[in-house]
């Protein structure tokens, strides 16, 4: 009686034993199967290599975990050999990340990675107090936050049309130096308004004269070029001289 230990379940070898003894040796020649009376034993084999196959893969695609914070921890850091930064501020020999989450304790610690490594050193690491780990990532988080709101409200834009009014312009000119004085990027934008009487290139050259003019008052710069066409959509990005 063949043996069914390390196959998937006894009834899958069953119905594959029944499928391939229905055919003569030629038979399974031709269908690619076992082509010899012990063929359970080759099938058996070709579970066992399915199975293993089935194994790796799915440690494999496991490993790869969405990075849920700012940092890989546990087991969405990739690399195998890793070193740990001891309580002195060290390194200790390197050793298997395996080895450190099966010692750790997962209600307490988080294993952090702190550098990925490359081929020719182990990946670093440390181990923390969840605690200690959450308040930096909260740190971390209302700091990009900050940073966003920051880079969104420190952009101030001027809006001009190519025909504008001479007292409107002197108005809205006069809010460059004062949003440069608060350390504030500028950028002017031109633009041609429905409605409004077309600008002559007489109109256009004075404009641009002014419009320079305010900028060396306000001892600011272009900080990049300008950005579109002359007489349609134009911004001139502008910032305090350092």
């Known amino acids: 009686m063949v043996s069914l230990r390390g196959l998937p379940s006894a009834s899958l070898f069953l119905r594959y034993g029944s499928f391939f003894s229905r055919y003569t040796p030629i038979h399974r020649r031709l269908l690619g199967g076992p082509c010899v009376a012990g063929g359970a034993s080759q099938i058996r084999s070709v579970f066992r290599g399915a199975l293993a196959t089935t194994s790796v893969t799915d440690t494999k695609n496991a490993s790869k975990l969405p990075q849920r914070y700012s ?19 060290q390194l ?3 050793t298997r990340k395996s080895n450190i989450l099966l010692s750790m304790r997962r209600s307490e610690q988080v294993l952090v990675q702190l550098d990925p490594g490359s081929i020719h050193r182990p990946a670093v690491c440390k181990l923390m107090s969840l605690n200690e780990f959450r308040e930096q990532e909260r740190t971390k988080e209302k700091a990009s936050r900050m940073a966003k709101h920051t880079a969104k ?18 108005h809205r000119l006069k809010k ?36 320079r003019a ?15 066409e002359i007489g349609k959509t134009l911004t001139i990005t502008i910032e305090k001289k350092n």
Not at 71 to 89: F, K, T
Not at 191 to 203: L, P
Not at 214 to 228: L, V
């Open 71 to 89: 940092r890989p921890i546990n087991s969405e850091i990739e690399a195998d050999i890793i070193q740990i930064v001891n309580p002195d501020g």
């Open 92 to 94: 200790d020999l390197p």
């Open 153 to 170: 409200t420190s952009t101030k834009q001027i809006e001009l049309n190519w025909s504008i009014d001479l007292h409107d312009l002197s």
């Open 176 to 211: 460059i130096s004062s949003f440069i004085d608060k350390g504030r990027t500028v950028e002017i934008i031109l633009t041609r308004k429905r409605g409004k009487r077309m600008a002559t290139a007489e109109d256009i050259k004075q404009l641009m004269d002014r419009i």
């Open 214 to 228: 305010a900028i060396e008052e306000a001892n600011a710069h272009q900080a990049k070029p300008m950005d579109g």
